[in-house]
């Protein structure tokens, strides 16, 4: 039997992407419940501040690790979003923004560190030590954008935590509030929507804690006020609005790997070579391009951080 739930967020089949459909129908049958261009602007100042915590935003850095590649417009990067807690079509997230409250906003670490605790975002985003960092997201659907982010390293903030020896993952969480988030009223996903990298991945300097973009405050849509880049992976590593740490030593759980593990692995780096078993990763679409292009093997990314795999069968651990 199908029961219709949710009215309000129902989304027809040919509305949603194709990964999702293929989790959902498997969900149907689980659960019986019927889941039915502007270019770079110049002026930061254009853009209105939303608020999240109290960060400073005058002094932002550049950095080394930028691309110099077009960035994807404002409204793009906006506008077109994967963040399932606000819905499953591109624009929901952008439409349901209102719905996720960043305002008071803590976490939580724990696990395998000195220092848990429950920690405001000022206690560990320093201003002086915010940058902007150009970077491609591409994600598993085959298309990709240039995102200049403002951010801090991850590595830097981890150690603030004081992993301990026994550290040897890290797993992030996004929030679970389904009263106010209509995706999470839906079985989609296991929530809350969590991720975890490898210590050593976690602490290359290529990994941001993102809490901006365009020189602004991060829209709600994006993952406000505090995200994951991971900008060699697959972009649904880049966890959003991460509510809790937790440094651990075994492999931790994630969410697309929980919903599809022959389609999704834990490592997700983004590999031309390893098809994902529906469709190819050799191309990709840039948001505003109209041909195709070759996706690069960790997304462009191999210099830096090919040697964190060295030995590893990339194949076996997708
Ligand atoms: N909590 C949460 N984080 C998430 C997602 C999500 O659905 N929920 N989607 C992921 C996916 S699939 C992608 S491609 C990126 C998209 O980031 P963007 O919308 O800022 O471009 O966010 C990732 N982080
Ligand atoms: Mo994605």
Known sequence: MLIKIAKK????????????????RRKFVQTSVSVAALTAIPALTLFPRIESAELDFKSIKKSKYSTDEELTPFDDITRYNNFYELGLKKGDP????????????????????????????????????????????RCVEAWSMVIPWVGVELGAVLKHFQPTSKAKYVQFFTLYDPENLPGQRRP???????????????????????????????PNQNGAPLRLVVPWKYGFKSIKSIVSIRFTEDQPATSWNLAGPREYGFYSNVNPDVDHPRWSQ?????????????????????????????????????
């Not at 967020?9 to 999702?20: F, G």
């Open 94 to 137: 952008k439409r349901n923004a209102h719905h996720l409250k960043v305002k008071p906003w803590s976490v939580k670490v724990e696990g395998e560190c000195k220092k848990p605790g429950e920690y405001n975002l000022e206690d560990f985003i320093l201003p002086s030590k915010l940058e902007e960092r150009i970077y491609r997201l």
């Open 282 to 318: 050799k191309k990709e679409r840039r948001i505003g391009e109209v041909f195709k292009r070759r996706t690069l093997p960790f997304n462009g990314y191999a210099d830096q951080v090919a040697g964190l795999y060295e030995g590893m069968d990339l194949a076996r651990y997708y």
């Open 188 to 218: 989609v996903l296991d929530w809350p929507y969590r991720e975890g990298l490898r210590i050593d991945e976690a602490m290359h300097p290529l990994c941001i804690l993102a809490v901006g973009l365009y020189g602004n405050e991060l």
């Open 9 to 24: 967020y129902d989304v027809k089949e040919s509305h949603v992407t194709d990964e999702v459909l293929y989790i959902n």
